[in-house]
């Protein structure tokens, strides 16, 4: 168990909702990550908060948007959502910058039909 | 379980044996890399970590080998056991914690 919390485990949905996908970091951790895992693009970054301010952003789409709450939970919000959006969707967690060290989650499972 | 990728390159390997696990970079400028172990239905696992001032580093039955020249990483598992089979990711770290995975090797460890 890595200590990083996601939920839900699951989720199908139709396209054009919105979803929203939740993450409990660590104890401690201020650093949270969010990647997305499918089948044809492997592991993709797509954003890292830091002590709730976001510090780095990779290929995300403007349909997607996060935030980081004080507890330091985070959110990762889906709108519009297509066919090619159905992934497997990871949360990390560090406690330190300029780690390599990240735990993951075990992650969401979002199904578009 | 999750599969993670359809295509992914395998390395199927006896128990017992010593495993190899390659990884080509792209980035020069990469200074730090990292090997994750993702098993079916789990999240991305820290192995372990290098630096690019060093060539070699070791830790539980786990070698990682830095070849900067020819930006080449491998990991290097010893006496590799069944519960060893999982995917296997090397990672880069480019600027801010922006971490860049490889495609993944899937080792499968014969009984």
């Known amino acids: 168990d890595s200590g990083v919390t996601q939920t839900p485990k699951h989720l199908i949905t139709a396209t054009g909702q919105r979803v929203t996908l939740r993450c409990s970091p660590r104890?401690?951790?201020?650093?949270v990550y969010w990647y997305q895992q499918s089948l044809d693009q492997g592991l993709q970054f797509l954003i890292h908060?830091?002590?709730?301010?976001?510090?780095a952003k990779g290929n995300i789409l403007e349909r997607f948007s996060a935030q980081q709450f004080p507890d330091l939970h985070s959110e990762l919000n889906l709108s519009s959502l297509e066919l090619g959006d159905s992934a497997l969707y990871f949360c990390?967690?560090?406690?330190?910058?300029?780690?390599?060290?990240?735990?993951f989650g075990e992650g969401s499972r979002l199904t578009v039909l | 379980g999750e599969s993670v990728g359809l295509h992914l390159p395998t390395l199927s390997v006896q128990e017992g044996d010593n495993s190899i696990i390659n990884c080509a970079y792209s980035?020069?400028?990469?200074?730090?890399f990292i090997w994750y172990k993702q098993e079916s239905g789990k999240g991305p696992q820290f192995i372990i970590d290098?630096?690019?001032?060093?060539d070699k580093r070791q830790g539980q039955r786990v070698t990682v080998l830095l070849n900067k020249t020819v930006k080449h990483l491998s990991l290097q598992i010893a006496a590799t056991q069944p519960g060893d089979s999982a995917v296997y990711f090397c990672?880069?770290?480019?600027?801010?914690?922006?971490?860049?995975f490889g495609g993944g090797t899937r080792l499968m460890v014969k009984p």
């Open positions: 990390a967690s560090s406690v330190l910058l300029g780690t390599g060290e990240l735990f």
């Open positions: 104890s401690g951790d201020l650093s």
């Open positions: 908060y830091y002590n709730g301010e976001e510090r």
């Open positions: 980035n020069s400028a990469s200074d730090y």
């Open positions: 290098i630096r690019s001032n060093m």
């Open positions: 990672a880069e770290n480019n600027a801010g914690n922006m971490l860049t």
